[in-house]
């Protein structure tokens, strides 16, 4: 035993090449986005109406 081992360090990984995107990639992250859209004016809509959008009332009664 040497004693001064100490902890090796991991082989460094190669980085990832940035791949091209084609069409199909394209037009689904188009679509994803516009699905985050609608998502968003939704969450938008629905947070001002309806009984939830008060908040709950306490009547004070106990």
Known sequence: ???????????????????????????FKQKQKDEQKQMEAM????AGKGPFG???KKSGKK
């Open 43 to 46: 969450k938008n809509k629905a």
């Open 1 to 27: 035993m040497s004693g001064r081992d100490g902890k090796k360090k991991p082989l460094k990984q190669p980085k990832k090449q940035a791949k091209e995107m084609d069409d199909e990639d394209m037009a």
């Open 54 to 56: 008060t908040g709950i």
